[in-house]
């Protein structure tokens, strides 16, 4: 995007008419690279969200695919981190909470506690992947960045911080993106506890070397899940009661993070509660 240097001295006439055919080019594509982004959203208010939150556990769920067309893959929105990151940023139970410097932090089945607890956070099964691409290089897969995920277990709990489960640090871990720019967590579907749509929270960093602390993290996000999914396993599934009243007292409209637009965040399901879920979402950065 950075204008070519520019020389003084006169190169002719066939210079010239190379010059302007580079600069209807360039600004042919900018147009067409607005218009994309555009259509896809980057998390800001629009009428399109209404509608993406009804889409089915097999729909495209707002547009996010894990096989994203080249030049049209949108920033993912910056999100608050919330109060239980357990990324160093703060304090639990007397100490600061860091998962990040946890022994077996790195790993992709995060259901068990690890590094002296032996909690195991039940639920319905749910992997996820999230596949990491550069928006500033036409949605190129980053690979051998970090992905820290974090979330509430079934009862809406947040391990390290929440009551009943401070000593436990079950739905926390790191994974390194592959070539194809992706990583897969085993988890469990999260619940819904008051005030907010279930979602999971994730940070990114440039590498596992670096994912040792807030400070270092390039970005901050949140994964939002399709409306009826949620409903099914909160209905039918064991062990999510408190998540039934609760979600029936919340929208992606009166959510103090999606009520701006959530179409980027929106993961694809498909599955059952039976068989469990697989979800996946493309998470565009810009470096």
């Known amino acids: 995007m950075h204008p070519h240097d520019k ?16 600069q209807r080019r360039r600004a042919l594509g900018w147009l067409a690279g607005a218009g994309a982004l555009g259509l896809l959203g980057c998390g800001g208010g629009d009428s399109a969200n209404a509608s993406s939150s009804a889409s089915s556990s097999g729909g495209s769920g707002g547009g996010t695919t894990t096989t994203p067309s080249t030049g049209t893959c949108s920033v993912i929105p910056e999100e608050t981190a919330g109060p239980y990151p357990g990324d160093g ?30 909690g195991t956070a039940g639920g319905v099964p749910l992997t996820i992947t999230l596949r990491l691409v550069n928006t500033n290089s036409s949605c190129a897969d980053l690979s051998g960045y970090a992905i820290y995920l974090w ?67 390039l970005k901050t996000s949140q994964i939002a899940f399709p409306s009826d999914v949620c409903s099914t396993v909160y209905s039918s599934a064991s062990g999510y009661s408190a998540s039934v009243s609760n979600f ?40």
Request: proline share 1%; net charge negative; with cysteine.
């Open 151 to 217: 979330h509430c277990d079934r009862e809406g709990r947040y391990s390290m911080y929440s009551t009943g489960v401070t000593a436990e640090n079950y739905l926390r871990g790191v994974q390194v993106t592959g070539s194809s720019g992706t990583v897969t967590f085993t988890t469990v579907f999260p619940g819904c506890y008051d005030g907010r749509m279930p979602h999971m929270h994730f940070e990114v960093y440039r590498s596992s070397t670096a994912a040792t602390s807030y400070s270092n993290k």
């Open 248 to 287: 029936a007292r919340i929208s992606f409209a009166s959510d103090n993070v999606f009520s701006d637009g959530y179409s980027s965040q929106l993961a694809t399901l498909t599955g059952s509660v039976a068989a469990g879920y697989a979800a996946t979402l493309t998470v565009g950065i810009s470096v």
């Open 7 to 22: 020389h003084d001295h006169d190169l002719g006439l066939a210079h010239d008419l190379e010059q302007l055919l580079r």
């Open 89 to 118: 940023s703060n304090s639990s139970v007397g100490g600061v909470a860091n998962a990040l410097m946890l022994s077996g932090i790195l790993r992709s089945d995060i259901r068990t506690s690890i590094a002296g607890a032996s």
